[in-house]
Structure formats: structure tokens, C-alpha cells
């Protein structure tokens, strides 16, 4: 009998965890009423609505769109309306890419530590030094701020540790042979 309440207790609580989840993704979808669904895959999921923090841990991926963002532990913020403020990700290394609309290449990134802000404006930055490239172009630095709607990277090669340098591979852009 106390094997069965444990089971029915676990199973209650992965259905409480399956619906926090849902409505975690729900309230991410709201952000942007242009934009798809969230969808996130973890090994765990923890939930909290009263303090707007879902913790994802083990083999995380969250989709959105174009957008593939992956890594270890993820945590993502709500403000109190339940609209996407951040996500911080750990990984080895935690990744980005995003297709631009354009349909160019995609836009990669990876890092020990990322972080994603939703809107004022749209960014991400990696920390602990990141690489960011799309196509053959790259920069990689100790901290890569990058503006996704702008286009536009800031890098800064400093470290606690020492001085070290931004590098930056930008190629031509070639036309094409028709």
C-alpha cells in the first residue's frame, strides 16, 4: 500500500510540474504576440508563479521561432504580468542561434555563461568568454554584448584575471556569379 501512495504522490507531482511548465511557456508566448510559442525540453523542471523563476536543468532546450537556445541549467524571469524578462544559461558551453529574417546565414553563439533579455532592447551576452559568428565573420572577447533587431556587437576582452584582447574576423561580403 505505501509503494502505491508513493507512486500516486510522484504522479501528482509531475502533473503539477507539467502544468507550471505549460504555463510557464504560455506566459513566455504572450511577450510577443508576432512571435511562436516556447518550447522547452529538460531533463527537470522547477516552477515558482509567486516569484516569476522556472529553473530547467539537464540537456535544456528552448525553441522559439528561428531561435535554438541551449545549455545545462537555464532560468527564466517573468515580471509580474507573467511577460519574459531573462534567461540565464550555463553551459559547456551554453548556445544560441537565430536565422535572421533575411534569410542569410545563421547567427551563432556559445559561452560558459549566457544571458538572454527579452526587450530594452532584445540582447544577449556572453560572459566568462563567448564566441559569436555568423558565417565566416567572428568575435570572440571575455563579454560579447550582441543587439539582435540592431545588428550590433560590443566587445570587451578584460578579464579579472588579466588583460586580454577582443578578436574580430570580418570578411567581404561577396557577390554572387549569375
Not at 101 to 106: E, K, R, T
Amino acid at each position: 500500500m505505501k509503494q502505491e501512495d508513493n507512486m500516486t504522490r510522484t504522479l501528482c507531482l509531475m502533473a503539477q510540474i507539467l502544468v507550471f511548465s505549460l504555463l510557464a511557456i504560455m506566459s513566455l508566448t504572450t511577450h510577443a504576440q508576432t512571435r511562436g510559442p516556447v518550447q522547452l525540453e529538460a531533463d527537470t523542471a522547477e516552477v515558482s508563479d509567486a516569484d516569476g523563476l522556472s529553473i530547467y536543468r539537464g540537456n535544456v532546450v528552448l525553441t522559439r521561432d528561428d531561435t535554438r537556445i541551449t545549455g545545462d541549467v537555464m532560468r527564466v524571469y517573468t515580471d509580474s504580468e507573467r511577460e519574459l524578462q531573462r534567461i540565464e544559461v550555463e553551459g559547456n558551453p551554453a548556445t544560441y542561434r537565430d536565422i535572421p529574417l533575411d534569410g542569410g546565414a545563421p547567427r551563432r553563439a556559445e559561452s560558459p555563461i549566457m544571458e538572454y533579455y527579452a526587450a530594452n532592447p532584445e540582447r544577449i551576452i556572453l560572459r566568462s568568454g563567448g564566441r559569436l559568428w555568423q558565417g565566416d565573420n567572428e568575435v570572440t572577447g571575455e563579454t560579447i554584448t550582441h543587439f539582435v533587431a540592431e545588428g550590433r556587437t560590443v566587445a570587451d576582452g578584460s578579464s579579472a584575471g588579466g588583460s586580454g584582447r577582443v578578436n574580430v574576423t570580418v570578411f567581404p561580403e561577396q557577390e554572387s556569379e549569375e
